[in-house]
């Protein structure tokens, strides 16, 4: 009996060990929580830095278009009666304005929806999440996802040009009795951002950098009887003079512009031109005459083609990022668009889509059925434009 007494006491812990165990216990209970706040931290970081991915399906949700014209599927895709035909890429999809309605379609050739939008003179920008429509003319334009109108907005004055960021900002280009032109810009939800006036020049393009934090801006005024040219970078943080300003005074009309990368490119209608993005001075330029038909501004090179009637011939070429000639070659006289996927160029060829590479080097043909307006080339197909059809056909 004693002997028992004596083990329960040779095993009753001590005050001191009491003690230590509750210290190590909160210890563990403190690292429990530390790692749960990090955890919950680090699951807030993943979707600030992904929210626009996680909550891109929610935008519009309450605007969500349901419309359709039509259930069928597949090609070819029947056009309404239209006095007029605007086709873009939308991502992995594409889209068809005409004067009543914009439509979007998938590249099985399912409708999305059809949306009458009620402008009287409808103008679309697209980029991969977003179309901008804006009524030219008029006062009024909107935001759209691929299936939601996100928002509408009218401004004062009347709209004359639109440009859409890679993401989801808008610039609105309007007139006002007071100034010649007043650029808008809007974030995603439609509110006003920045505004940049013009008192004595014409704006003709804007575009914005490619971390959007500027717009690149082209004018055009006159200068002892010669037209300007100039272009501008604007932060659209709410500073009012211009990080800098080049101008190039030859009478040349800016006709499109593209800002991606370290490069801006200005095409006009008798010259092309690289400007250095950081500071605005002047990497390469490039002359050419004739009538343009249709450019292609890439980041790395620039397509650009060009009808000359003085030689009777219609000529694609290919230009560096400084502007010099990596290939010039004449093709049909009825050939009426090019487009590019990354260093291809396409050509819409008659009743032939002809492939090259940048230095214009053919790789590829497809014989088509007919003749098309417009084409697309979304992944490994043409998407083409007829007088009241979309056809679709592999790329060769």
Known sequence: MAKSRKKAV???KSPNDIIAYRKKRKQRNNIIKLLSIGLVLVGIALIWTNAGTIFEPLRGIASKIDTRTTEDVGFPVNLPGSASYSFADFGDNFLLLTDTYLYTYTT?????????????NAVQRANDKRILLYDKSSYDFSLYNRTSRIYDQTVDDKIVYGALSSGD???IVTTSPKYSNLVKVFDGSGNWKYTRKFVDEN???????????SIIVTTIGVQSGDIVCNVYKFSIDGSESEVWKYSLVSNSIPCAIDAKGKNITVLCDNICFTLNESDGSLMGSYAFSGTLICPVLEESFTAILVNNISTSSTVLLTLDD???????ISVPSNTVDIVADGSV????????????DRNLNE???????????????????????GYDKVEKERVG
């Open 10 to 12: 040779e095993t009753k």
């Open 108 to 120: 099985g050739g399912g409708q999305i929806y059809a949306l009458k939008h009620g402008y009287t």
């Open 169 to 171: 900002l808008c610039a």
């Open 203 to 213: 704006v003709m393009q804007v575009e914005f950098t490619e971390d959007e934090k």
């Open 322 to 328: 400084e502007m010099n000639v990596m290939g010039s």
């Open 345 to 356: 160029v396409y050509a819409l060829e008659g009743e032939d889509a002809v492939s090259y």
């Open 363 to 385: 790789t590829g043909r497809v014989k088509l059925k007919e003749e098309y307006s417009a084409f697309l080339k979304i992944g490994g197909d043409y998407y083409l434009l």
